[in-house]
């Protein structure tokens, strides 16, 4: 059995609320449920599936911790450099398809 690496990142992604997850910690570096309920209209209980669903992708873990008992949440390095590669390449490859039919059609 092969496992696929970006499909449970765009599985993961493809929920709304999950991306505004991720572009918070992309923009604040690392965040926690409670900031997280405050700034989304949906539970606790909500937010810790969304960010379940998010680390069982591959994209999440639990920051370390800075003596507090509130529990954070950082990206993974690297984790969406995979979706990210075939995104790239299936881009290029696209745009070399497009760019070969122009000039099929140009030539007449």
Aim: net charge positive.
């Amino acid at each position: 059995m092969s496992t696929d690496p970006i499909g449970p990142v765009f599985a993961a992604l493809a929920d709304p609320t999950r991306r505004h997850v991720v572009e918070t910690l992309v923009h604040d570096g690392s965040t926690s449920v409670p900031a997280l309920s405050s700034a989304l209209p949906i539970s606790r209980q909500a937010i810790a599936k969304h960010l379940a669903a998010l680390s069982d992708a591959g994209l999440i873990e639990r920051a370390p911790g800075d003596g507090g008992r509130e529990v954070r949440y950082r990206l993974r390095p690297g984790a969406l450099a995979p979706a990210s590669a075939w995104l790239d390449e299936t881009a290029a490859a696209w745009d070399a398809r497009l760019t070969r039919l122009k000039a099929r059609v140009e030539r007449g």
